[in-house]
T-cell receptor
Framework: SQQGEEDPQALSIQEGENATMNCSYK?????LQWYRQNSGRGLVHLIL?????REKHSGRLRVTLDTSKKSSSLLITASRAADTASYFC?????????FGTGTSLTVIP | NAGVMQNPRHLVRRRGQEARLRCSPM?????VYWYRQLPEEGLKFMVY????????ESGMPKERFSAEFPKEGPSILRIQQVVRGDSAAYFC???????????????FGQGTRLTVV
């Protein structure tokens, strides 16, 4: 299966700390995207990184992509309680987005 | 510019009834995707449509499920004769370009939570 796999499944940190979550996938991709989902809500698009890019920043978010290892990481710096959510990576190839099962992040105030 | 609009937000159906889920893509988007999410799980692809065409329905069950995206109006995901196992959140996403494009971003609706009783 092409489905992405996030690691860890759950992460709990103190407010102000950095949170790092990883995503691995299996086949070549066009791009990789990270989404956030608050409990009971839809997905919010965070950032897209193309297959020829290695790193991308957006505010407190930093995404890296290593196509040789077929992995990506999402770093959230200076975390806030409002960052508490599930984070999914989605790989784009062909006609589909493939989603992993997500990392559940809890930021403790 | 309104985002992807899904309705209803919550839908309760008895076993054997039909469920119709609607999705209006963002303005200017002609590509629509449906996903299903079971509790505590990730999203599972169901179907990808462009206006009036089904491009990829490899994730959709062969029976009872159908999807359309007519020239006018929203995309519809239809589930006939619902069973308890159909209870899930169904998300629709839309994009301006197709998934094969390197810069394609998909934007999601808030989802429809289907409960089959």
């Amino acid at each position: 299966s092409q489905q992405g796999e996030e690691d860890p499944q759950a992460l709990s940190i103190q407010e102000g700390e950095n949170a790092t979550m990883n995503c691995s996938y299996k086949t070549s991709i066009n791009n990789l995207q990270w989404y956030r989902q608050n409990s009971g809500r839809g997905l919010v698009h965070l950032i897209l990184i193309r297959s020829n890019e290695r790193e991308k920043h957006s505010g407190r978010l930093r995404v890296t992509l290593d196509t040789s290892k077929k992995s990506s990481s999402l770093l959230i710096t200076a975390s806030r309680a409002a960052d508490t959510a599930s984070y999914f990576c989605a790989t784009s190839t062909g006609n589909q987005f493939y989603f992993g099962t997500g990392t559940s992040l809890t930021v403790i105030p | 510019n309104a985002g992807v609009m899904q309705n209803p937000r919550h839908l309760v159906r008895r076993r054997g009834q039909e469920a119709r889920l609607r999705c209006s893509p963002m303005k200017g988007h002609s590509h629509v995707y449906w996903y299903r999410q079971l509790p505590e799980e990730g999203l599972k692809f169901m179907v990808y449509l462009q206006k009036e065409n089904i491009i990829d329905e490899s994730g959709m069950p062969k029976e009872r499920f159908s999807a359309e995206f007519p020239k006018e109006g929203p995309s519809i995901l239809r589930i006939q004769q619902v069973v308890r196992g159909d209870s899930a959140a169904y998300f629709c996403a839309s994009s301006r370009t197709g998934q094969g494009a390197v810069n394609t971003e998909a934007f999601f609706g808030q989802g429809t939570r289907l409960t089959v009783v």
